[in-house]
Structure formats: structure tokens, C-alpha cells
């Protein structure tokens, strides 16, 4: 495995290939957890740690370039656990090294381990550390995603170690982006950003109109792969996530019991489906939130479609909008749908949830008592032919 970034700058991280859940996103492809090794002609720094458990691989890979007391500052980035896990164990096998990070992570990191006898080196927007010959600099990103997020910049080599931004859980012994499957690693980069970035749209471009000032030739996130040929890629798909840019695709979400909303989310289809649009169909029963809320980010309009259960909306489809909502998709069309017993609750409360995270609804709900005839199905088929007539007006 290529480790190497640069001359003495090396990854020194653990790759997750087994994971496939990180606090309810669904990891397919696994993750990494990214630290990186500087040498300067005076001073050695760490970037970030790895996960707790994976703790012994990163003082194994750091010992591989140079003796663990030999390192003089640990750089925490962000203090949420995959990255700083490994902090409190790295602290006592390096007995020389200083913790660098900003005062809110100081806090943060208070508040998640015992910090008694951590030596501190707190820094500020834009102040820098001299390792000889090599300069790294602190650039504060608050809520991408955490109050205490920054990055770390490292001039000379016009290297940023990104934090998150950038980044991808994608498990893979290439460590660069030209070196892997390149359509694997932008699925998974919007998958993240999907997952993880979406609701800190505003913060992150804030960030990025921030960074992108400074002469960068590699990018080097804390999850994924390191961008050094590509990098015009995913910052061109990043301006069109922030707003979640439409194309134009039509989603189609639903749960049912008896296969009643089923035949209306396949009548939703059908009509769609008559227009030169992408159009996709999911029942949750099979489908992950990670998923569907990384097909939401990019379509321009969708449906929903529950079946009324206990004078309510399906659990499923409950947890899905619930997910949803938290990441609020902006600038999405949509209607609901579906069947009803005795109560028909279900559908005009999967409107209300689409009403929450700020959709314009396309249509009042359609329902059908029991199974739909053909004059309902017929409404869900016109209801599909205007969501595709919204996805046709985007731009291709």
C-alpha cells in the first residue's frame, strides 16, 4: 500500500473494511479512519487519530517512521470519537507531544475523556506551527459538522488535511483517488455528503469559499481516499450538493401492508415513466435511510406513500421522514399517498412530514379505501406525469 502523500508526510490511519453501520448510516463499502504523519526538520506532528478500538495500528504505523516519544504535537481536528477516539492512548504512548486544537474542541474533549496531565497547545483561526522547514496552519470550520471543527494546511506542500469535508466511508487499499475506482469513490463522496454534510450546507460553503484561497495540490479527508488528481471533481459535485441541485429523477418512496400502496406507488411509476426522466422506485421494507436520502439530495421531485396503520403512518416510512427531515433536502416537490381501512390518517400525515422539511406539495394527498380502482390508480398515474414535467423543466 502506497502510504506516502508527500516526502515525510505519511498516512498512518486504519481501514474499517468491516463496518457497515456509523451511528445509522449504512456503510456498504466500509470506512477508514485517516491520521497523518508530518516530519518537519525540527518537529513531528500527528493529524488526527483513529477510532479507539484501532488505536495499536496507529501507534504501529507511526513507529514505522519514527519513535513514538519523537513526536511533539498531536493535531485533533474534530473531537467526535471516530477521529479522537485514539487520542487518550496516543497522548500516553507519546509522552512529549502537545495536543493542538481549538478551545471549543478542548471543551469538547473534556467532556469525552480524562484529560488530567494533557499538555495543550490551543491555536486560533489562522495561527500556525513551525516544524522547521514545513508550516502547518489552523483554519476554524464551525459546524461542518461539529461547533468545534477545523482543518489543518499545510503550506509548504499546499496539502489540507480536510476533517470531513471531502471525505467518503469507502474502504479500499488504494489510498488515492487515482489509484481507485474513481465512479465507486464519488458514489460514496455523495453519499457521505448526503449523509452526513446536507444539513451543514450553509457552514460548509462558508468554509469552502474560505479554503478555496489558499493553493491547495492534495486534499487529504479523514475518511476515503486522498484527492491529488481528481479533486476538481468532487469540489464541482460539492457546489451542487450545498443546494442540492436537481436532475432530472423522480423518486418514488413507499411501505405497505396488503400490497395496496404498492400497486399505487407502481401507478406514480407508470406515469412518470412516460416522460424521458430517471425515474426510481423504492419499498423501505428494503431500503436503507442512507439510501434514500442520498437519491432525495439530487432529484427534482418525489412521492411517498404509506398505508394508515393504528390511525397513523407506517413505523417505516415514520423512521424514514424522521431521517429525512433531520437533513432537510431543500427545494424538493412532492405529494403522498396511499390506503386506508377505516381511518384515513396515514397519507395526509406523511404530507405533514413533507410540509416539515419545507417541500412544495404537487398535489393534495390521493387515497383509496382498501385496494385502488382504476380511477385512483388513474390519479396516481397523472400525479406521476406532474412530477416528471417538474424533472423535465431542470436543466440536463
Request: aromatic content about 10%; glycine content about 6%; hydrophobic content about 40%.
Amino acid at each position: 500500500m502506497n502510504t506516502e502523500l508527500v516526502k515525510n508526510v505519511h498516512w498512518v490511519g486504519y481501514v474499517d473494511w468491516p463496518v457497515r453501520d456509523f451511528h445509522g448510516y449504512q456503510t456498504k463499502r466500509g470506512s477508514s479512519y485517516n491520521a497523518y504523519l508530518v516530519k518537519g526538520e525540527a518537529k513531528i506532528a500527528v493529524i488526527d487519530t483513529v477510532k479507539a478500538p484501532y488505536v495499536e495500528y496507529l501507534k504501529r504505523n507511526v513507529a514505522a517512521h519514527c519513535g513514538l516519544d519523537a513526536v511533539d504535537y498531536i493535531v485533533c481536528n474534530h473531537a467526535e470519537p471516530d477521529h479522537s477516539g485514539g487520542l487518550p492512548a496516543m497522548v500516553a504512548a507519546c509522552p512529549n507531544a502537545m495536543v493542538v486544537c481549538n478551545a471549543k474542541c478542548q471543551d469538547a474533549l473534556s467532556h469525552h475523556y480524562d484529560v488530567t496531565g494533557w499538555k495543550w497547545q490551543i491555536v486560533k483561526e489562522g495561527e500556525t506551527i513551525d516544524l522547521g522547514g514545513r508550516t502547518l496552519k489552523f483554519f476554524d470550520t464551525v459546524m461542518c459538522h461539529w461547533p468545534e471543527s477545523m482543518v489543518t494546511y499545510l503550506e509548504e506542500e499546499a496539502l489540507l488535511f480536510s476533517m470531513d469535508i471531502f471525505g467518503q466511508h469507502y474502504a479500499t487499499y488504494c489510498r488515492f483517488d487515482d489509484e481507485a475506482n474513481l465512479e465507486e469513490v464519488m458514489q460514496e463522496a455523495k453519499t457521505y455528503y448526503a449523509n452526513i454534510v446536507l444539513l451543514y450546507q450553509k457552514p460548509v460553503e462558508a468554509a469552502a469559499k474560505k479554503l478555496l484561497g489558499l493553493k491547495l495540490k492534495m486534499v487529504a479527508p479523514s475518511h476515503g481516499v486522498i484527492w491529488r488528481s481528481h479533486f476538481d471533481k468532487i469540489l464541482n459535485a460539492y457546489l451542487a450538493w450545498h443546494v442540492s441541485k436537481p436532475t432530472r429523477k423522480v423518486v418514488v418512496l413507499y411501505s405497505t401492508m396488503w400490497q395496496s400502496t404498492q400497486k399505487m406507488a407502481e401507478a406514480v411509476v407508470q406515469g412518470a415513466n412516460e416522460s424521458n426522466v430517471e425515474v426510481k422506485l423504492f419499498d423501505l421494507k428494503a431500503t436503507g435511510d442512507t439510501e434514500v436520502i442520498t437519491e432525495l439530495m439530487d432529484c427534482a421531485a418525489f412521492a411517498v406513500g404509506t398505508p394508515t396503520l393504528n390511525q397513523s403512518l407506517m413505523p417505516r416510512m415514520a423512521a424514514c421522514l424522521t431521517y429525512i427531515r433531520g437533513l432537510k433536502p431543500a427545494g424538493k416537490k412532492a405529494f403522498a399517498f396511499g390506503s386506508y381501512g377505516w381511518a384515513s390518517k396515514g397519507a395526509q400525515e406523511a404530507e405533514g412530514y413533507l410540509k416539515a422539511f419545507g417541500c412544495e406539495i404537487t398535489t393534495p394527498p390521493i387515497i383509496c379505501r382498501y385496494s385502488p380502482d382504476e380511477a385512483t390508480l388513474e390519479a396516481c398515474r397523472e400525479a406521476g406525469r406532474a412530477l416528471a414535467k417538474i424533472a423535465l423543466e431542470v436543466e440536463a
